[in-house]
């Protein structure tokens, strides 16, 4: 059974640039879950993709994009990089309602 | 809203030693979940334990268990026998279910194992 992945594992970016982070979800999980974790923070909640779909959406602004495809994996967008993205980027796949089971992140800096 | 809190940035025990991590939450919930997560410096959140609102009785994983107090919103974690291995960022948090069960975080606690 092949656990959570995610890439890349860093990236550095430079304001007003566009990213795109990827996630592999755990076999058999339908849910991806996206948060974010500045330095020193607990993760925040972006938002969840069901079956494709956004299933809820924390408080983050419409640049933080997201997509889910057939075969659960996920990725994340954001357009218009701030300093403040600067973060690590997890991903918790699931099913539906599930225990969520964490990838090991992906570490954004924005210059 | 719902919120996490947890007050000791940083803890320190020494090996073989127990170790309490504090936690505190707020919501209007009855029903609900409540996890520790550990985060080692290769920064994967592990569940640690997890304790469902409705049951009284506190959750137990070999040497981590919980103290779970409902009416005082209180959720603390105690580590016995403490191993350099358990030196890591711990998070308290929550979730009530929901349509996402997306988990609430508090800003975490350092803890270091002295050997």
């Known amino acids: 059974e092949t656990g959570v992945t995610q890439s890349p594992t860093h990236l550095i970016k430079t304001r007003g640039q566009q990213v795109t982070l990827r996630c592999s979800s755990q076999s058999g999980h339908n849910t991806v879950s996206w948060y974010q974790q500045a330095l020193g923070q607990g993760p925040q909640f972006i938002f969840q993709?069901?079956?494709?779909?956004?299933?809820g959406r924390g408080n983050f602004p419409p640049r933080f994009s997201g997509l889910q495809f057939p075969n659960y994996s996920s990725e994340l967008n954001v357009n218009a990089l701030e300093l403040d993205d600067s973060a690590l980027y997890l991903c918790?796949?699931?099913?539906?309602?599930?225990?969520?089971?964490f990838g090991p992140g992906t570490r954004l800096t924005v210059l | 809203a719902q919120t996490v809190t947890q007050s000791q940035p940083e803890m320190s025990v020494q090996e073989a030693e127990t170790v309490t991590l504090s936690c505190t939450y707020d919501t209007s919930e009855s029903d609900y979940y409540l996890f520790w997560y550990k985060q080692p410096p290769s920064r994967q959140m592990i569940l640690v334990i997890r304790?469902?609102?409705?049951?009284?009785q506190n959750a137990t994983e070999n040497r981590f268990s919980v103290n779970f107090q409902k009416a005082a919103k209180s959720f603390s974690l105690k580590i016995s026998d403490s191993q350099l291995g358990d030196a890591a960022m711990y998070f308290c948090a929550y979730t009530y279910g929901g349509a996402t069960n997306k988990l609430i975080f508090g800003t975490g606690t350092l803890l270091a194992v002295q050997p």
């Open positions: 918790a796949s699931s099913l539906l309602g599930g225990e969520q089971f």
């Open positions: 304790q469902e609102a409705y049951k009284q």
């Open positions: 993709y069901y079956r494709e779909e956004e299933n």
